[in-house]
């Protein structure tokens, strides 16, 4: 993870590059992460092969039975789209060191045993189908390769696991046409950038993917920092996602359907990182056979709902809403520029109270429509009127109102109730 804050000594050049490149992905909010692997098989979580100590042996004959449907990716970038998200980040290889495309380097992928087939390419052609931006999940650490673990006290073993790794990673760079994001996950066993020569690796990508972004997890800074199961806003300047599971376990899990988030939790993460300028990563585990687990679909499709309706709050250029109250009652804010949205948590019926308004307030609308709400501005608290008995919103209960203030808006709350607090 990062240490240090990005941009700590980066030229003016860099530093402008980075704002040219990462604009899409800063206005996009929202992605889906996908997790699918020889793991997917036995549904025990991505990590079963460590937790359970299955022996390499045994766990390759995973490889034999991994036979997706074709077409399974194409079903992932369609709910994607559904869903209102703007782009897919999927395990290219993750930690058990299986290769989801047509490999040089190893035969362990899924051309030369498994399906036969270049996953990777598949799923690069879904994305592009649905318009959606594309990104590869790429773990450093491998249970599988020899030189994975003894690269750590042997330097012949680092030096060949390097390579493999550097040649793994230029194939993807190179084989598959434009590629967004490269998403690194756990750098486990060496202990510094230099041992795995990590600036040297994204210096390659730069020059065969100019326009990549890549994330922080080579233990270098480099452009957006990855809070996992945990929604946390990175200082003001630096980019983040939150990455996220949908039922506690990124690789494939049965569990019960109350272990997955509900679309409206989902809905609330949107608003937790649109206040923090940050971006939502959710994760779908497919099953063994590529298909996505129902209670995702089921989900996802509600908070497609949501976005087509609400969707311009999140996308596009968000600004902290610095001043306003994260806690204000019946809901909370969001910002874009001028315009500040009050996502309404708990409908209260025909009239709404926001307390402790310091700036005037111009207009009051509701969302989608936008039509415009009488109120009131008391000294101590602003009263929207005239608003419907019933929760307008029906996908996931959260409509949003759009207050705009005569200047930037500014709210004090403090835990007395006498005047002037
Ligand atoms: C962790 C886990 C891994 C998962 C990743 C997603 O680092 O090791 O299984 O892929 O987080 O962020």
Redesign the pocket.
């Given at each position: 993870m990062a240490k240090k804050p990005a941009q700590a000594k980066e030229s003016p050049e860099i530093v402008a590059d980075r704002l040219r490149r990462m604009k899409w992905w800063t206005e996009a909010r929202f992605g889906m992460?996908v997790?699918f692997g020889l793991y997917s098989q036995l549904g025990r979580h991505?990590?079963v092969m460590n937790r359970e100590r299955i022996p390499v042996k045994e766990y390759e004959k995973l490889a034999r039975t991994f036979n997706p449907r074709p077409g399974s990716p194409r079903e992932w970038a369609r709910l994607a789209k559904k869903a209102g998200m703007k782009y897919m980040v999927m395990?290219t290889k993750?930690?058990e060191g299986f290769c989801l495309w047509d490999s040089k380097q190893t035969d362990y992928n899924a051309v030369k045993r498994g399906p036969h087939r270049d996953i990777v390419a598949e799923y690069v052609a879904a994305c592009r189908e649905f318009g959606l931006k594309c990104g590869f999940?790429y773990?450093l650490m491998d249970w599988h390769h020899p030189d994975g673990h003894r690269c750590v006290k042997d330097e012949k073993a680092r030096r060949r696991f390097c390579d493999y790794t550097y040649g793994l990673v230029q194939e993807l760079m190179s084989n598959y046409g434009k590629i967004d994001i490269l998403w690194y996950?756990?750098s486990w066993p060496l202990q510094s950038p230099e041992k795995w020569e990590s600036a040297k690796l994204n210096t390659m990508a730069r020059r065969l993917q100019p326009d990549i972004l890549i994330n922080d997890r080579s233990q270098l800074p480099e452009d957006f920092g990855?809070p996992?199961e945990h929604i946390s806003a990175a200082q003001a300047g630096r980019s983040w996602e939150a990455?996220m599971t949908f039922n506690g376990s990124?690789?494939w899990r049965p569990t019960p359907p109350e272990d997955s988030h509900s679309a409206r939790k989902v809905v609330t993460m949107l608003q937790q990182v649109t206040s923090g300028q940050g971006n939502l990563l959710l994760?779908i585990g497919p099953k063994p056979d590529g298909s996505v687990p129902p209670e995702a679909i089921e989900r996802l499709t509600t908070v497609g709902k949501w976005t087509a309706k609400y969707g311009d709050v999140i996308y596009g250029k968000v600004d902290r809403p610095e001043g306003l109250e994260g806690w204000a009652g019946c809901g909370t804010w969001t910002r874009k520029g001028k315009d500040c949205f009050f996502w309404v948590f708990n409908w209260p019926g025909e009239t709404l109270a926001i307390g402790g308004l310091r700036t005037k307030v111009k207009s009051v609308q509701l969302l989608p429509e936008g039509q415009s709400l009488r109120f009131k501005q008391e000294p101590r608290r602003l009263l929207v009127k005239g608003l419907p008995k019933a929760c307008p919103d029906k996908a996931v209960q959260i409509p949003i109102l759009k207050i705009n203030f005569a200047g930037k808006g500014r709210q004090v709350l403090s835990a007395g109730v006498c005047d002037g607090f």
């Open positions: 992460f997790h991505e990590w395990t993750h930690h999940y773990s996950d756990v990855t996992e990455c990124w690789g994760n």
